[in-house]
């Protein structure tokens, strides 16, 4: 709705024509250099206008022309007013991927996926220089154009709620046509960040098991560490900030972790994080202190053996002796 633009097109078929010429003047159209009607300008503002009577043909160009007779006189031509109707709705567009930015998973997300980035990236394809309406559960959120190659990207502006979204993108041509919705492109925004897992339990393997407290030695260098956190999430160990390995939690949220290589000699601060499904990474555990000692005692030493007869001493090394004990 609204004027069109000499030159461009619009699904129309029947556009109001409207000018200005001398007042009261008798205003002649041409359609395509045919004289098509003639009519009145306004004997006070020389305003005048035509509503065409029948439809203009789909796919066609047709320049208009108005020249005008003051007092039996006629002028020339004006130049042409050219419109293409075009009433053919585009194709559906389609959202080809929507790209997750925020660390740690980034890149192309799945249908139906968990992200924890709530600006993600939209990206399709469509006809070149339409106008692309974003809609999230049919609410329409925004707008883009596509470019000469028939592509088309958008970042939402402002954050998109917490839950799913369910997007999908219409066409507008430069004729004002509609075409129909693409297909259905659900994803589930978290960014909530969970809670630290717990460490519960951690096992001295070697001989009978037995559960270690914080601050305790241990001559097990592949303790068996447990634990509760959310279900099916990505547990990641580390000792002393380095990360040593990582583990998922089963369906009820239990988790257990070896570490391979074995643990060096010496004190270890083990602490444990979680990253759930949409990448959110919780707070570390309070760390659990180990101190790693697999290194056999030094051999005792024999200093002296004493004869306690009396009028005897020490005795050297080799010596005989009347003390039979």
Excluded: C, M
């Amino acid at each position: 709705i609204g004027e069109i633009g000499n030159g461009k097109t619009t699904n129309d078929t029947q556009p109001l024509l409207q000018g200005s010429a001398t007042a009261g003047a008798k205003v002649s159209i041409f359609q395509n250099g045919v004289l098509l009607v003639t009519v009145d300008a306004d004997a006070n503002s020389g305003a005048w206008s035509y509503q065409l009577p029948t439809a203009l043909t789909n796919g066609t160009t047709y320049n208009f022309s108005v020249s005008q007779t003051v007092n039996g006189t006629p002028s020339g031509q004006s130049p042409n007013y050219a419109i293409t109707i075009d009433t053919t709705a585009p194709s559906a567009p389609t959202i080809t991927s929507i790209i997750d930015d925020v660390s740690p998973g980034t890149g192309s997300l799945d249908k139906g996926q968990i992200t924890n980035d709530s600006r993600p990236t939209l990206n399709g394809t469509g006809e070149a220089g339409a106008t692309i309406t974003l809609y999230d559960k049919g609410v329409a959120i925004a707008t883009t154009t596509v470019s000469g190659s028939g592509f088309w990207s958008f970042t939402p502006t402002n954050e998109l709620g917490e839950g799913e979204h369910i997007f999908t993108v219409r066409a507008t041509d430069a004729a004002g046509n509609q075409g129909d919705a693409s297909t259905e492109f659900r994803i589930t925004v978290d960014t909530t960040i969970p809670d630290a897992p717990t460490i519960v339990t951690v096992t001295d393997n070697v001989g009978t098991p037995q559960a270690l407290i914080s601050g305790q030695s241990t001559n097990d260098n592949t303790p068996t560490l447990a634990g509760v956190t959310e279900k099916n999430s990505l547990v990641t160990l580390r000792d002393n900030g380095t990360v040593i390995g990582t583990t998922i939690s089963d369906e009820n949220g239990l988790w257990s972790f070896t570490p391979a290589p074995a643990l060096g000699e010496g004190n270890h601060s083990l602490t444990a994080t979680v990253t759930d499904g949409a990448g959110n990474i919780s707070p570390a555990t309070p760390p659990f202190v180990l101190v790693v000692d697999t290194l056999p005692p030094a051999a005792p030493q024999i200093t002296a053996v004493i004869d306690d007869q009396p009028g005897n001493t020490a005795l050297a090394n080799g010596q005989l002796t009347n003390d039979a004990q």
